[in-house]
Every structure is written in structure tokens, then in C-alpha cells.
């Protein structure tokens, strides 16, 4: 994605999804951050995501490239794909 706009329909288009579902919470599972260099990470996890009733609705992996600009961490890229987990 190009810039924030873009990101922000993005997301808003997962919101409305999750929402029909009846979501309601996510939790974060198998963290693991790996330090490439004093400012590149990889981040990697599996999310779950909960409907209000408490069933699982789904399950994703992620991995995520950070970059540490000054004093903030910035995502740069990112990557979600469903598993079988």
C-alpha cells in the first residue's frame, strides 16, 4: 500500500468483515522477534480471533519487517496468511 489512505480502507474493509462475524477480540500468540540489526526486526505470531460467544472465528500467521526511525519502530512490511494450526 502506498500511504496511509490506502492502508486505512484497507483495514476498515477487515473491520466490517469481522464485525458480520460477530468478533469481538484477538489474541496474540507464538511471538518471536528477531533483531536483523540495531534498527531491522522481523516480527512473527499467530492471531487468533474470538466472536463474542468465545469461538474461535479464525486463525492467521503474520510476520512483520520493522525499522526503527529515531526512537519509534516503523512497520515496512507485513504479511498475513491463514494456517491450519
Known amino acids: 500500500m502506498r500511504d496511509s489512505a490506502e492502508v486505512e480502507a484497507f483495514f476498515s474493509g477487515v473491520i466490517y468483515d469481522l464485525e458480520r462475524k ?11 522477534v528477531e533483531m536483523l540489526s540495531n534498527r531491522l526486526a522481523l516480527v512473527r505470531g499467530l492471531a487468533v480471533r474470538h466472536a463474542k460467544d468465545a469461538t474461535e472465528l479464525e486463525r492467521l500467521r503474520a510476520v512483520y519487517t ?14 498475513a496468511y491463514p494456517t491450519d494450526d
Open 66 to 79: 520493522l525499522r526503527k526511525e529515531m526512537s519509534e519502530w516503523k512497520f515496512v512490511t507485513a504479511a
Open 22 to 32: 460477530n468478533y469481538d477480540y484477538s489474541e496474540i500468540r507464538d511471538l518471536r
